[in-house]
């Protein structure tokens, strides 16, 4: 689909130059003498490269057409993860260094995106909280308040994390998959 290049958003999927590009960022100038343009930082999602690249505002580029389906988490070997279609049982795997550190919130049977290209499978998308166990965290030193601090924390998957002074080791809590911040004590 094509569009022009004022519409060029963060996170897009362009093709462009016989590749797909993840766009990391965008600014829109309008310089004092001279035509508008966008500024585009991109990504390339087979050969990890980036490139700046320079679009006038009339000019269109295509944007990607993803499917997105839905998958249940199966289980990982050394280099993937593979994932099974709940509807027809189809099981598809996806490189770990795709998925990331996104990679150890995943837990057997969570539903989650993936987004195909080519009947390839190039991104997931996490549900926006999971739920996650505190294996160690320190001691809250006495006196402190919840608004003024927080204390670091392990949790079962091995991320660390900062969480209120509340919380002791072995609580479940809800972790916001997008940016990895503690949300509420279950």
């Known amino acids: 689909m094509k569009i022009n290049a004022s519409e060029i958003r963060v996170g897009m999927l362009l093709?462009?130059?016989?590749?797909?590009?993840?766009?990391?960022?965008?600014?829109?100038?309008?310089?004092g003498k001279g035509g508008a343009f966008a500024q585009v930082e991109m990504k390339s999602v087979n050969k990890n490269t980036k490139?700046?690249?320079?679009?006038?505002?009339?000019?269109t580029v295509e944007k990607a057409s993803l499917e997105e389906i839905k998958f249940n988490?199966?289980?990982?070997?050394?280099?993937?993860?593979f994932f099974m279609n709940p509807k027809s049982f189809e099981q598809v795997q996806i490189k770990k260094n795709i998925?990331?550190?996104?990679?150890?919130?995943?837990?057997?049977n969570l539903e989650v995106d993936l987004s195909f290209y080519n009947e390839?499978?190039?991104?997931?998308?996490?549900?926006?909280?999971?739920?996650?166990k505190i294996e160690t965290t320190d001691v809250a030193i006495?006196?402190?308040?919840v608004s003024s601090?927080?204390?670091?924390?392990?949790?079962?998957?091995?991320?660390?994390?900062?969480?209120?002074?509340?919380?002791?080791s072995g609580d479940d809590?809800?972790?916001d998959t997008r940016s990895l911040e503690y949300i509420k004590k279950v």
């Not at 988490?73 to 993860?81: A, F, G, L, Q």
């Not at 006495?142 to 308040?145: A, D, E, L, V, W």
């Not at 601090?149 to 002791?168: D, H, M, R, T, W």
């Open 99 to 108: 998925v990331g550190e996104k990679g150890k919130l995943l837990t057997e």
């Open 120 to 132: 390839n499978p190039i991104a997931i998308d996490l549900p926006n909280q999971v739920k996650c």
């Open 73 to 81: 988490y199966s289980y990982e070997d050394e280099n993937n993860y």
């Open 15 to 31: 093709e462009y130059k016989n590749d797909l590009w993840q766009v990391l960022k965008t600014q829109h100038v309008k310089p």
């Open 51 to 59: 490139l700046n690249e320079r679009f006038r505002s009339n000019e």
């Open 149 to 168: 601090s927080y204390k670091p924390a392990v949790l079962s998957n091995g991320l660390n994390i900062q969480v209120p002074p509340f919380i002791e």
């Open 173 to 175: 809590i809800i972790l």
């Open 142 to 145: 006495k006196g402190q308040t």
